[in-house]
Nanobody
Framework: QVQLVESGGGLVQAGGSLRLVCEASGRTFNIYNMGWFRQAPGKEREFVATIAWTAGSTGYEDSVKGRFTIGGDVAENTVWLQMSALKPEDTAVYYC????????????WGQGTQVTVSS
């Protein structure tokens, strides 16, 4: 089992920045990928960004490329999402997720943190 706790959400004006942090605990040695997802009201949860936990390679959803940066510290079991040039359409609950080695999908999820961008 892996436990994930997000922090750093809040209210920000359009054009502003926020940094989300996710702390992992438990069987973190078995993590293969970490990711951030988001869910806006009335919409399905969508992928935002991912990082290969040991290799460090990253991937982003098209609408956040150039504005969001995902990073991680394996020694600290922490992954973050630096969000800049925020837009009202970025408003959502943001979730941290972990994909263990051997799993086809992200298996462990945090409780989510609200990000609200005002126009």
């Amino acid at each position: 089992q892996v436990q994930l706790v997000e922090s750093g959400g809040g209210l920000v004006q359009a054009g502003g920045s926020l940094r989300l942090v996710c702390e992992a605990s438990g069987r973190t040695f078995n993590i293969y990928n970490m990711g951030w997802f988001r869910q806006a009201p009335g919409k399905e949860r969508e992928f935002v960004a991912t990082i290969a936990w040991t290799a460090g390679s990253t991937g982003y959803e098209d609408s956040v490329k150039g504005r969001f940066t995902i990073g991680g510290d394996v020694a600290e079991n922490t992954v973050w999402l630096q969000m800049s040039a925020l837009k009202p359409e970025d408003t959502a609950v943001y979730y941290c997720a972990a994909q263990p080695a051997g799993a086809a999908t992200f298996k462990y999820w945090g409780q989510g943190t609200q990000v609200t961008v005002s126009s």
